[in-house]
């Protein structure tokens, strides 16, 4: 092989110029320098479309998900196709005998290619080893995965499908596939040993644990080698690129090299790298300024009778990573320790129900509710209630009003790969008021330096910080938020997308030299 003229990190990342501030036309113009000539292919669990019946009707639908915020402006731009799970009751109904649909609905620019699995093959891949094994695996919590044979196997299957419909639009074409999460570890290896000479990418969207906590998987060597099927591996933080990078060292054999952050094995290379991801908090901060969420808001403090409360806010998916039980203690501590909060603080916990069929679930859903009967029976008085606990979805536009009213919100995860309620919290508050506290066991923890950062297992720690947000000045709050938000607004989820568009290209770049493309 050619000694190549430049090193593998100038490759990726020292050509290109990044602007300073990415916008959605800034992504637009990457996407249709680099991949010129390239079919795109995303692939996913969760659609960027779904098709439901109401009242007899279609009616499309477009998820609350970060990632479709992403990749929306790069399928646009690329007239790519997007592979992902066809959840909806009426996804079939608009599709055609292929699966495939035109999106968006309102202006087609690319295609939506469903997967349709079995209700078995659903429970078992997803419910089962996605979301009881590998999502305990990766998020240090002491939950301890689930491995069954039966999860495994479904877990391989929907690769293999996911990996034939993918070759069935590739084709012959020049392409590049985009992977998303952890749903899909094996499927690079599928994809590269059928065509060797695709590009393939894959971001993992969950915390990479150290080498001790992986080892214990039953099937962690063919997960490994699955996952060193893709060109290029993206984490949100480099400490999890430097986990994965050592768990490689200790169970495969492979070459490791750290300087350059990459691994060769089977005479091919996968690049490793951060790639932070974000949201467009432009888009978020004008609709935060709006008048008619100025209204949801008060409207919202009027029903849950909050007029003249200071409000403690937490976001989340009830899930046993993102330290609901902790922070409620920590309420509970602050109540304790500082009287004069009583009936003038009220914390508002939204948690969207998730995973319910997951036993783990069901139980954290049902401590939930105890610990909050469990606090308001100590504390309420007539005219108080100190915690209100909304486990119900909301729609953006309701969080965002919610986002508005909180004079402090609470991020509490015990292991997070990211964490984008941080940063949504940081966009709706063009006001710069508002404290952010803050896990540092979240990957947005490395960005967001200037929110009250904490450990969420020392609930004293927790409960003091609440007590700092609730108690400081206003310079000092608008000085800190105007930071973080000077943070988001640099590191945006168009900077997400366009360097690992870019990534790829130099890649395609690389391997046309080595004659491998």
Same mark, same amino acid.
């Given at each position: 092989? #050619? ?46 479309? +779904? ?10 639908? %477009? ?32 599709? !055609? ?123 962690? *060597? ?35 090299? *750290? ?11 996968? /690049? ?16 935060? %300024?709006?008048? +008619? ?25 009830? =899930? ?10 920590? /309420? =509970? ?40 009967? =469990? ?6 008085? !007539? ?24 004079? +402090? ?6 292991? !997070? ?14 006001? $710069? ?6 896990? %540092? ?20 720690? $927790? ?22 938000? =000077?943070?988001?607004? #640099? ?10 568009v870019s990534a790829m290209g130099r890649i395609a770049a690389r391997r046309r030299f080595e004659g491998t493309l």
């Open positions: 092989m #050619r000694e190549l003229p430049f090193s593998p990190v100038d490759t990726l990342e020292s050509t290109e110029e990044f602007p300073r501030f990415w916008t959605r036309e800034t992504l637009h113009q990457v996407v249709e320098r680099v991949l010129q000539g390239y079919k795109l292919i995303v692939v996913s669990n969760r659609e960027p479309y +779904v098709h439901r019946l109401e009242g007899g009707h279609v009616v499309c639908e %477009r998820p609350v998900s970060g990632l479709v915020t992403a990749l929306e402006p790069v399928m646009r731009a690329s007239g790519g196709t997007w592979i992902a799970h066809g959840s909806g009751n009426a996804d079939r109904e608009v599709a !055609d005998a292929a699966g495939r649909v035109p999106v968006p609905p309102e202006a087609p620019s690319y295609t939506l290619r469903r997967v349709w699995l079995s209700k078995e093959d659903e429970q078992d891949y997803y419910y089962g080893f996605a979301n009881q094994a590998l999502w305990p695996l990766c998020h240090i919590v002491f939950q301890r995965p689930v491995f069954r044979t039966e999860h495994w196997n479904a877990y391989r299957r929907v690769n293999r499908q996911f990996a034939e419909i993918i070759l069935d639009e590739v084709r012959d074409l020049a392409s590049i596939v985009l992977i998303q999460d952890y749903h899909f570890a094996l499927l690079p290896r599928m994809l590269r040993e059928a065509q060797p000479r695709l590009l393939i990418a894959q971001f993992w969207h969950i915390p990479w644990p150290n080498p001790e906590a992986f080892r214990i998987c039953p099937w962690s *060597e063919e997960i490994l080698d699955g996952l060193l099927g893709n060109d290029l591996l993206g984490f949100h933080i480099r400490y999890h690129c430097q986990n994965f990078l050592e768990t490689i060292a200790a169970t495969v054999e492979a070459r490791v090299d *750290e300087e350059q952050s990459c691994i060769t094995r089977r005479g091919r290379t996968t /690049f490793v790298r951060p790639f932070p991801i974000s949201l467009d908090i432009d888009a978020i901060s004008e609709e935060a %300024r709006s008048p +008619v969420l100025a209204e949801r808001a008060e409207a919202l403090r009027r029903e849950l009778g909050l007029h003249g409360q200071r409000i403690v806010l937490g976001v989340d998916r009830i =899930d046993y990573t993102k330290g609901i039980p902790e922070r409620l203690r920590a /309420f =509970d501590q602050l109540l304790q320790s500082h009287p004069e909060h009583r009936g003038q603080v009220t914390f508002v916990q939204i948690g969207a129900p998730s995973r319910s069929r997951i036993p783990t679930y069901k139980a954290l859903a049902a401590e939930l509710d105890s610990l909050v009967a =469990d606090i308001n029976w100590k504390y309420a008085t !007539d005219r108080w209630t100190p915690v209100i606990y909304l486990d119900v979805a909301h729609s953006p536009q309701e969080v965002l009003a919610f986002y508005r009213l909180a004079d +402090v919100c609470v991020v509490s995860a015990l292991h !997070d790969g990211m964490n984008l309620v941080a940063k949504e919290y940081v966009a709706a508050r063009p006001d $710069l008021d508002g404290v952010l506290v803050l896990s %540092r066991f979240t990957g947005v923890a490395r960005e967001l330096e200037e929110a009250l950062q904490v450990n969420p297992y020392a609930v004293d720690d $927790l409960a003091h910080a609440l007590h700092l947000a609730l108690t400081m000045d206003a310079s000092e709050r608008r000085a800190r938020m105007a930071a973080l938000r =000077d943070t988001v607004a #640099r590191n945006s989820i168009y900077r997400w997308a366009g360097k690992i």
